[in-house]
């Protein structure tokens, strides 16, 4: 069946680092892929989604392309802020398929 | 918001007792699910709906049934809690080719 792998947590970063969290899926149709984030104590925002191979999906300086030769869907920031504290949540859906989640990665942001 | 409430959003509740979460959505979207977050486990698929009562089971289904009887609303039913269900539940909604909508969550604690 459909799966996502996602990089073990957590990750602590210093304010301002560049941030990468690798994600990789199976599936055996053509996936939507998304990123979800969890603040404390919340439930799941998405973060940004694409539908289709090479398509780049971003919000909040985060950004992922749809990469269909490497099923990959690497989420990535420039520059992170304390305020990017979360976990992070790779997921894909594949037509009518509930959607498939990886085991989420805690990323901290020191200051 | 994406108008989905669940409820009660805490519980504690003693082993053997049933208890039953509510999903409620204001979206009329076809499909919701449920979910359970644990620390490692990531999110797990418990059971979803495509339909009113149109339901299907997921990855972690034992112990657990749910009911769809209109589309507002999905019901989850732990039949006898155990401590193993002691978890963060989280319900979705989504809607054709959408992303889905997650619910602030409930935490079960079952002593």
């Known amino acids: 069946g459909d799966s996502v792998t996602q990089m073990e947590g957590p990750v602590t970063l210093s304010e301002e680092a560049f941030l990468t969290i690798n994600c990789t899926y199976t599936a055996t149709g053509y996936p939507s892929l998304f990123w979800y984030v969890q603040y404390p104590g919340e439930g799941l925002q998405l973060l940004l989604k694409?539908?289709?191979?090479?398509d780049k999906g971003s919000n909040k300086g985060f950004e992922a392309t749809y990469r269909k030769e490497t099923t990959s869907f690497h989420l990535e920031k420039g520059s992170v802020q304390v305020s990017d504290s979360a976990v992070y949540f790779c997921a894909l859906h594949s037509g009518n398929t509930p959607l498939v989640f990886g085991k989420g990665t805690r990323l901290s942001v020191i200051a | 918001d994406a108008g989905i409430t669940q409820s009660p959003r805490h519980k504690v509740t003693e082993t053997g007792t049933p208890v039953t979460l509510r999903c409620h959505q204001t979206?009329?979207?076809?499909?919701m699910y449920w979910y359970r977050q644990d620390p490692g486990h990531g999110l797990r698929l418990i059971h979803y709906?495509?339909?009113?009562?149109?339901?299907d089971k997921g990855e972690v289904s034992d112990g657990y049934s749910v009911s769809r009887s209109k589309t507002e609303d999905f019901l989850l039913t732990l039949e006898s809690a155990t401590s193993s269900q002691t978890s963060v539940y989280f319900c979705a909604i989504r809607g054709v080719n959408t992303e889905a909508f997650f619910g602030q969550g409930t935490r079960l604690t079952v002593v």
């Open positions: 694409a539908t289709k191979a090479d």
């Open positions: 979206e009329n979207h076809r499909y």
């Open positions: 709906s495509y339909g009113v009562k149109d339901t």
